[in-house]
């Protein structure tokens, strides 16, 4: 059955409208090359009247000054509104990015859901400080919100990660501009008429989509922008915090990770594989907290890797519109070339490839999308390329190692820092490793369990800052202090 194709507007002060010039760019499916959306491509113009349109709204709209009580009852109302349309938004990230829709509807809306409604519980638990002065002054203090946030959200999980920027944008206070990745904009499209419904007023949610040479340099640059939420790559990061600079714009980044999963060898295999298999190929190995460096103690390496071998080509690659699909393809040419020019690279290198590196055998429906087979490399040198950069498809690389001195040199030699995995039995050696694993997050026995109270961010070129919990709100508001003459 042929999908139609739908046309999507910019979504600017409470209403879609065409770009100024009236263009258009395609949106395919990565499993089909069907084209499945024509979206309106925002100019310069466009992103200029969006933000002008964010700061009326914060400054003579009633979002920043109605009560937290009724910010946050909207707000459980914008989820409440996610979770009636779960079929619909999973459906749109689906055929966006190439993801097996059944998890995508089961997990990723459900937890966008969450991160609207943890936020809006989370805003009227705050309160602020007081610092009495002896008997002479009092100062207290109060958080309000920063002004207008520009949120550039990734193309990996584009729905959720866009509302884990938007909730504690909202619920303090503020006014969003959205540029969601132009490769997969059809979901977070939807954000604007959700909040509508939701009672949030017109202009306080606009979202436009298009380059980010045009939307991103525009948003990070313009004066009335006072604050910028990104996810992506490292490389773009440095971009955007050099445009900020000039307006000193405050800037928090999620950026790229190259996690090391380490496999000691007094682990639990009938959990470190298939956790390992599902931190190294989970969408498609799309993910920047891929456990995609796997060090194993040598002394079991042969038998997990035998283990792991067989979990992995027991994955079902296909149309992920089915029922039973585990794995669909890359997001796009781009990218599957990006991924597969790796494959070159592990070659040239001298690693030995255990399974993968070819495209599946597929039906003819989905013969032509970028799918890739789950790809397993051995490599003896952590220092190549393979083991150091950020691949970010269905890649992985087994590296053994035989001390935990060995193990930690290995997992802090990169200029990454986003998360890390341990594997172990052992309370003391758990403890030793978590540690001093340079990272933001570590797993131990498990992956990709998140707290929506606890800081999330990276170190070294990881990103700057942490969102989560009072992390997130002390980004999206600006405390002020008060002092009171008491006589």
Known sequence: MKTEVKEIGLYINGEYVPSSDNETFNVTNPATQELIARVSEATVEDVERACQVAREAFEIGPWRKITVQERSAKLRKMADIILERKEDIARYDAMDVGKPYESTVAHEVARAANNIRFFADFVEEQGGETYPMREAYINFTRYEPVGVAALIT???VPFMLTT???????????????????????????????????????GVVNVVQGQGATVGNTLTTHPEV????????????KSILKSGADTLKKVSFELGGKAANIIFDDAD??????????????????????GSRILVQRSIFDNFLEKFKKAAMDLKVGDPQEKGIDMGPLVSKVHYNKVTSYL????????????GGKRPVLPDHVKNGYYLEPTIYVHNNPKSRICQEEIF??????IPFDTEEEALQIANDTEYGLNGVVWTENLQRAHRISYNVRAGTIWVNCWFVRDLRAPFGGFKKSGIGREGGQHSMEFFTEVKNICMALN
Not at 272 to 283: C, E, K
Not at 284 to 290: F, I, P
Not at 344 to 355: F, H, I, P, R, S
């Open 154 to 156: 990734p193309w990996n």
């Open 164 to 202: 884990w920027k938007l909730g504690p944008c909202l619920a303090a206070g503020n006014t969003a501009v959205i540029k969601p990745a132009e490769s997969t904009p059809l979901s977070v499209s939807l954000l604007g008429e959700i909040a509508k419904e939701a009672g949030i007023p017109d």
């Open 226 to 237: 006072d604050l910028i939420s990104f996810t992506g790559s490292t490389t773009t990061g």
């Open 269 to 290: 295999l009938e959990k470190a594989v298939p956790g390992s298999i599902r931190a190294a190929f989970m969408n498609s190995g799309q993910v920047c907290l891929a």
């Open 344 to 355: 070159d690279v592990a070659k040239e290198e001298g690693a030995t490839l255990v399974c």
């Open 393 to 398: 498809g269905p890649v992985v690389t087994l």
